[in-house]
Nanobody, 124 residues
């Protein structure tokens, strides 16, 4: 059974940084592409960034590009989301998701497994 556990969320002031981690167990993690999604208060879940199963291909949505970086360490079964220059509008629950594929997808329905989420709150 594949399990994903996010960590690293918290309360930070605008302009600050956080690094989220997504630790996987119960699988050969290098077989999975991973995406980070977020859901803010009263908003729909949205794709933030994705990484291929090898880590060679990454993508970040325009609203976080240049501030957020996704990476992975398959030896540690972990994917990271480094978030810099955080803004109040980044406040959300952040989820990682995995799919049995080479590449990530921007659609939540294309993922097979989800973590429970970690809260990120950015104060102004």
């Amino acid at each position: 059974q594949v399990q994903l556990v996010e960590s690293g969320g918290g309360l930070v002031q605008a302009g600050g940084s956080l690094r989220l981690s997504c630790a996987a167990s119960g699988c050969t993690f290098s077989s999975y592409a991973v995406g980070w999604f977020r859901q803010g208060p009263g908003k729909e879940r949205e794709f933030v960034a994705g990484i291929s199963r090898s880590g060679d291909s990454t993508h970040a949505r325009v609203y976080v590009r240049g501030r957020f970086t996704i990476s992975r360490d398959n030896a540690k079964n972990t994917v990271y989301l480094q978030m810099n220059n955080l803004k109040p509008e980044d406040t959300a629950v952040y989820y990682c998701a995995a799919r049995v594929a080479e590449y990530y997808s921007g659609s939540a329905s294309n993922y097979d497994y989800w973590g429970q989420g970690t809260q990120v709150t950015v104060s102004s």
